[in-house]
């Protein structure tokens, strides 16, 4: 393009074969970096499954819900360390759940501003103690403090049910339960308190004109309108709690057996890898704790996925009403 | 000026991911022939720390050890990730497949200490090995269940929970202590068997030979099974075992010498190496005594230096390990040794 | 006047037993919620102030300077310190341009399929545990190899691309519109827009997206325990060989009996912490005063 005057302000005139050479240049590096990237992504999906399919073949998916995990008898099963991950996640979202909500409330509703910032920061901090730390908090401080406090007095009291019958341990599934939900609490808390911050302000102001308290607006309108933004929280804090492996590994015993109680030793996927895959001593008990990661890694990536749907269509619904 | 600066950065960078990269795929410069990485047995740990500094002053040699479980140290030399792996279990046919040339030789004698936490005992807990087996099964729970007080009448056994605490990681103390175990209780053979880790019916795990003696020393009722010197180093308290001939024996150099004695005058194998309940007629043998290996493969790099260190390890690095209750190596042994350095 | 007064005045049920009922539930949430945020600051005291208290009486200079102990000696961090320094700058290295580059390619050049492809994908590597990184690269590269505190980076660089790519995508996006409009308007080409223009106006929020991954990766535990645990527990700079790092040494430490380990593992563990909070504040006030620069521009 040409000007007619030349302007001594606009920059040297570019050949235009230039531009198109150092753009394509530019955006074909970015693309590659793009691509490769994702290629990692799929090269740990395959890595992992194709290093566990000898034990695939064998146990075929049965291996799923087999008890027992015996290595002088070739017998390997994943139930234990499922029923494990699970009971441990899920207890570590049933606590850390209400007590995130809690603290989204305090700092969008009811901290001054002035006290809020720092509190907000102490909470996210929380997520930044490494996990490694927090099980060695777990194994030489909690979990004493749990055997000798906590669970006696959870038997006391609360015996009657399974969960909290047996003798007190201080390695066990409640005690990883527990370091979970110290984890998974900074996690869903800042998601929370996005999703707050974000109510349109006139939802709620309409409701406290018609009468209601601070409490029923946030009930009948804040809670429902970040429903969906609440449950990707806890799928994210779930897949978090899947994924550790160090930090329970320390604190839960490598126990064999599933016990009705929460007291005595378990295991989960992660921790289970993590203590034995380095030690190994037979190829098929490598592959089989492959196949455990390989469960993992499929537990994992859907609880991350659902999660990503659900802010999707969220985000999707609130613009078409909002447009 | 800025564009200038611009491209060092950018330059600069992509230099440096080609250092790093570079760094990564080529062929990894190995530090100077005398440094030799081995990991593996935590066993054994305590003697190899002592050998460490000795061998530096007697051939400059630096060796590092990493004790990671018996498991681990014959993944380890089996992946080739170190020069050598210590375990106390002997490799298995299909190990030494999957170990390509792989020599092993017996470096050290030692034995399994059966470790207690009950504190205020007034006497040393005496065992045996039914008595063990049914501990670790999940059969016996209290330590004052008259199979156990009748042996230790007048010690004070109080209405304390016992727990066993196993070990976590694939550990050839635990071998050993199967072993044992499966060579006194006919239910233990046929349920748990014989290895370096087992489906634990009770009690809980820990990692490593610190791991079991961490948990031991913070848990009143606590039984657990690691080297006797872990025992010795943390204090902690262990228990006489009843043999075969129905004395009971502790882990002291004479136990385990005695337990050493009942092997043939001549080796020919790996598996003729096994003491553990050694057969009536030895009364001092303490039961739950093992040999434990260095493994190596044959032809490395280095095999001249390991050869040196492996020979200087059952020779005078044996007198390093009265202290630490690591018995040297019988006459027979000793010659076995020899003639498996010969085939690094 | 509060809103709520006013109500009150013209409230005919005002005094009523269900207003005070609804009253009473107010605060009692209002309870439940400052308890929990109190509870939240305490065990972040709780944990904080145990390491600090039982990791303080070990920290001298000794700690510092020497390598770890043998069986039954005292020793300091000296090895891993160095280690972890290494690995994280590896990791570093070779995490934040591949990171930038597919930001900057999401945000710039890729179009809404593409784009929403990409950014699905980084938030699913971002879901990918930890401990399976580490058996992907020890399953590629350990194996036959032998470990190296390169392939320890690699896995650790995996870490961080999603959370710096993330932070720099969203950064990008919030750069002004009209300045790329303004720059291609003067006849710039596409790619010196993004790199003399947009980046630099946006390098505080990359900075900050930077100095929370590295926080995060430093801390890491299980890709490391496939590719640099077995070590040589003195003080090296060969990254070829497995470097001895403070969270494989603080996980270490932590079972061992002996009261000697453990009052090291609380002390490395402080060391830890210290250069986790440093770098969330150090964040932080990058972020902060970033976001200044850029709304008041």
Known sequence: MSTVTPDPLAPAPIDRQGIRFGDVLFKGVALVAAIGVAAVLGSIAYKVFALAWPAIQEFGLSFIWTQGWNPNANVYGALVFIYGTVVTSVIALLLATPLSIAIALFLTEIAPGRVAAPIATMVELLAAIPSVVLGLWGILVFGPCVASHLEPFLNTWFGFLPIFSGDPSQAGVLPAALVLTIMIIPITSAICRELFSRVPRDLSDGSLALGSTRWEAIRRVAIPYAAPG???????GLGRAFGEA????????????INQSLFPPGDTLGSRIASSYIGASSAIEAQSLLYLGAILLVISLVTNVSAQLIVNRFQKARRVSAG | MKRALGLMVIVASLVAVAVVVGAATAAPAKNQDTSMTGAGSTFVFPLVSKWIPALGAAYGYNVSYSPIGSGGGIAAITAKTVDFGATDAPLSQDQFAACKGCVEVPWALSATAVMYNLPGLKCVLRLNGKLLADIYLGNITTWNDPRIVQNNGTCGLLDL??????????????????DYLASVSPTWKSKLGVGVNAQWPAGLGAKGSSGISGVLSKTPGA??????????????????????????????????????ATLPNKITSDGALSIVNPAKGNPLAYPISTFTYVVVSSGSSKAAELRKMVFWAVTQGQSYGKPLLFQPLPKQVQAFAYKQIKKI | MSVAEIRDQYDITAGSSNLRRRRRTEKAVSAVAILSALFAVMLLALVLGTVLFKGISQIDMDFFTKPAALFGEKGGIADALIGSALIVAMATILAVPIAILVAIYIAEYAGPKAASFFRVMLDVLNGVPAIIVGIFIYGMLVVGHGQSSVYGAMALAILMIPMVARATQEILELVPRHLREASLALGMPRWRTVYSIVLPTAIGGILTGVVIAVARVAGETAPLLFTSSITQNQISFDVHNALPTLPIRIFTLSESPSPDDQAAAWAAALVLIAFVLVMNIVAKTIAGRKRKSLEGG
């Open chain 1, 246 to 257: 160090i930090a329970v590994t320390q604190v839960i015993g490598a126990g064999n057996t």
């Open chain 2, 161 to 178: 929970k016992i727990t066993p605490v196993y070990r976590s990681d694939n550990s050839g103390t635990t071998y050993n202590f199967t």
């Open chain 1, 230 to 236: 609440i449950s990707a929280a806890v799928l994210l």
């Open chain 2, 223 to 260: 039984i657990g099974y690691a080297d006797v010197a872990y025992a010795l180093k943390n204090k902690i308290r262990f228990a006489s075992m009843q043999n075969a001939s129905g004395k009971y024996a502790t882990p002291g150099l004479r136990g385990i010498q005695a337990a050493a």
